[in-house]
């Protein structure tokens, strides 16, 4: 007999299959008791198509929503492009007219857990884009922020990847900052061409291959020095007392306890808008600058 089975034809073991692949499709389909027949009753297409939240679809459905995340940023993180004339140029603040009352809040170190977030809330609340230097490292750290800091539109930049002040040889130098935009690109799908050195710094390494490499370095023309941890008042003053149309502005929303930057940058806020400014990102202060120089070219 059990010869007779290994030797049945291929055409009656598919028959065979047929018949119980139907019968299992009768066990699948919903059963209505014959109780039940004189009473409607619907069965809902999702109910039926409903799947439990396995791990893979819990990853697959976390791919989906980095995707959709790239796909904003792409749109919006091409913007971060500078004007060719800003390719290798070191730049502390836009030349504009003073009647051009705009103004760049740029925040550095990040992104940091106990103040990337608050950060990121005022600025929404004020309906403010800014720009964000962000550590490689950190960024490896805490993914989700720097996604959420692209999807809010703000501009995200490098600030090399260990925020180190030593020397540091050119392959050193590359890896610094190549390693920093790609980390940048792979999480949030922005290819930047901005960077500002750790401290200002310009004799070390980095911004010597960074305008080799046709980034913009982007300096600042007022510093909060929110660094040394200044009071509150102390740290507005700081801003407010050098600010100026075109002006870049300096914060940190990490490398340390931010506190009183997040308590003093709502008021920052309200007196930059009280003096009749607006607020723009980095790419747009440039923008603005590259556009009166084409008008002044032509005349």
């Given at each position: 007999?059990?010869?007779?089975?290994?030797?049945?034809?291929?055409?009656?073991?598919?028959?065979?299959?047929?018949?119980?692949?139907?019968?299992?499709?009768?066990?699948?389909?919903?059963?209505?008791?014959?109780?039940?027949?004189?009473?409607?009753?619907?069965?809902?297409?999702?109910?039926?198509?409903?799947?439990?939240?396995?791990?893979?679809?819990?990853?697959?459905?976390?791919?989906?929503?980095?995707?959709?995340?790239?796909?904003?940023?792409?749109?919006?993180?091409?913007?971060v492009?500078?004007?060719?004339r800003?390719?290798?140029a070191?730049?502390?603040?836009?030349n504009?007219?003073?009647?051009?009352?705009?103004?760049?809040?740029?925040?550095?170190?990040?992104?940091?857990?106990?103040?990337?977030?608050?950060?990121?809330?005022?600025?929404?609340?004020?309906?403010?884009?800014?720009?964000?230097?962000?550590?490689?490292?950190?960024?490896?750290?805490?993914?989700?922020?720097?996604?959420?800091?692209?999807?809010?539109?703000?501009?995200?930049?490098?600030?090399?990847?260990?925020?180190?002040?030593?020397?540091?040889?050119?392959?050193a130098?590359?890896?610094?900052?190549?390693?920093?935009?790609?980390?940048?690109?792979?999480?949030?799908?922005?290819?930047?061409?901005?960077?500002?050195?750790?401290?200002?710094?310009?004799?070390?390494?980095?911004?010597?291959?960074?305008?080799?490499?046709?980034?913009?370095?982007?300096?600042?023309?007022?510093?909060?020095?929110d660094?040394?941890?200044?009071?509150?008042?102390?740290?507005i003053?700081?801003?407010?007392?050098?600010?100026?149309?075109?002006?870049?502005?300096l914060?940190?929303?990490?490398?340390?306890?931010?506190?009183?930057?997040?308590?003093?940058?709502?008021?920052?806020?309200?007196?930059?808008?009280?003096?009749?400014?607006?607020?723009?990102?980095?790419?747009?202060?440039?923008?603005?600058?590259?556009?009166?120089?084409?008008?002044?070219?032509?005349?």
């Open positions: 007999m059990e010869n007779k089975f290994l030797g049945w034809s291929q055409g009656a073991l598919i028959g065979l299959l047929g018949v119980g692949g139907c019968l299992a499709l009768g066990f699948m389909l919903p059963v209505i008791p014959e109780t039940a027949t004189n009473s409607t009753q619907t069965i809902s297409i999702k109910e039926l198509s409903l799947k439990p939240m396995t791990p893979e679809r819990i990853g697959n459905l976390k791919s989906a929503i980095v995707t959709t995340w790239q796909k904003e940023a792409s749109a919006k993180g091409l913007a492009e500078v004007p060719k800003f390719e290798g070191t730049i502390a603040n836009a504009l007219g003073s009647d051009k009352k705009v103004i760049a809040l740029t925040f550095d170190d990040g992104p940091w857990p106990e103040s990337t977030p608050a950060v990121l809330d005022i600025l929404k609340k004020n309906d403010i884009k800014a720009t964000f230097f962000i550590v490689g490292k950190m960024l490896k750290e805490h993914p989700d922020m720097g996604k959420r800091i692209v999807a809010e539109g703000h501009v995200i930049a490098n600030h090399t990847w260990n925020h180190w002040y030593h020397y540091m040889n050119p392959q130098a590359a890896f610094e900052i190549d390693n920093t935009t790609n980390l940048i690109y792979q999480v949030t799908g922005v290819k930047t061409n901005l960077f500002r050195p750790p401290g200002g710094i310009k004799t070390n390494g980095p911004y010597a291959y960074a305008r080799n490499q046709k980034y913009a370095t982007i300096m600042w023309s007022a510093d909060s020095v660094y040394s941890r200044p009071s509150v008042s102390k740290l003053d700081n801003v407010m007392q050098h600010a100026k149309p075109g002006g870049i502005v914060m940190h929303d990490g490398g340390g306890n931010r506190s009183n930057t997040v308590k003093a940058l709502p008021q920052i806020i309200n007196n930059f808008r009280k003096q009749g400014y607006r607020f723009v990102t980095v790419p747009e202060l440039l923008e603005m600058e590259d556009k009166q120089l084409q008008v002044a070219s032509k005349k």
